[in-house]
């Protein structure tokens, strides 16, 4: 919030940050005061800057997309192959995760777990 309070006043706007959490929180800011073009260079910037440290990330790529992503009626997203436990990774109706890998390779998601949030985005290849 802070961040956002300098670019009242100052017009500009610090987006370097320690974690991604601070980056949702000045979304979420810049949301709930009506910004949508900041929101947008908000984004814009933070993929643009962590696009950069993909090599570090820990990355799992589908290996069966037939399985990639699904959902069903009252649950969340469903990543990958049912294996008779979990999914690869998958919501329960009551809110808990739980992780299998199978059609997706083990990146070390915990078994069982809980999240705040989650998103899920279809990333797609812009061309002019």
């Not at 799992?60 to 699904?70: E, F, L, M």
């Not at 390779?105 to 290849?125: A, C, Q």
Request: aromatic share 14%; proline share 5%; hydrophobic share 40%.
């Amino acid at each position: 919030m802070n961040k956002l309070i300098k670019f009242f006043y100052c017009g500009k706007l610090d987006l370097d940050f320690e974690n991604a959490i601070d980056v949702i929180k000045l979304l979420i800011a810049v949301d709930e005061f009506g910004l949508p073009t900041l929101a947008e260079h908000i984004q814009e910037f933070f993929v643009n800057n962590q696009l950069k440290n993909i090599n570090t990330a820990r990355l799992g790529r589908v290996i069966n997309t037939q399985y990639a992503v699904s959902c069903w009626v009252e649950w969340g997203p469903l990543f990958g192959f049912w294996c008779g436990i979990s999914h690869d990774l998958m919501m329960h109706p009551d809110g808990t995760w739980s992780s299998k890998p199978n059609s997706y390779p083990d990146i070390n998601i915990p078994r069982n777990f809980e999240i705040d949030d989650y998103e899920v985005f279809k990333v797609v290849k812009i061309t002019d």
